[in-house]
Nanobody, 113 residues
Framework: QVQLVESGGGLVQAGGSLRLSCAAS???????AAWYRQAPGNQRELVAV???????NYADSVKGRFTISRDNAKNTVYLQMNSLKPEDTAVYYC????????WGQGTQVTVSS
């Protein structure tokens, strides 16, 4: 069973940027990976997906602002977040959408207005 550890969150002003990292305990080569987020009172939502061949898809709310990437040699998936908005405030999680494993603790992103 793969373990996931998210990091890189923090407090940032609107318009700022953050880069989140998701470290997996085992190889993630050729496995689709995704970032999700959950704001208080909301359900967890899919934010971005990256396939093993590095094709990507994004939620409409983050298109043009967020970029998902991966470094298989480091067993790590990243989420570069630019032009952050207060509505991006949430706990961000990673997982594998087609081979879901136990969720990590996530990393808090707070965007001030």
């Amino acid at each position: 069973q793969v373990q996931l550890v998210e990091s890189g969150g923090g407090l940032v002003q609107a318009g700022g940027s953050l880069r989140l990292s998701c470290a997996a305990s085992r190889s993630i080569f050729s496995i689709s990976a995704a970032w999700y987020r959950q704001a208080p009172g909301n359900q967890r939502e899919l934010v971005a997906v990256i396939s093993g061949d590095r094709s990507t898809n994004y939620a409409d709310s983050v298109k043009g602002r967020f970029t998902i990437s991966r470094d298989n040699a480091k067993n790590t998936v990243y989420l570069q977040m630019n032009s952050l908005k207060p509505e991006d405030t949430a706990v961000y999680y990673c997982n594998f959408p087609y081979r879901t494993v136990t969720w990590g603790q996530g990393t808090q992103v707070t965007v001030s207005s």
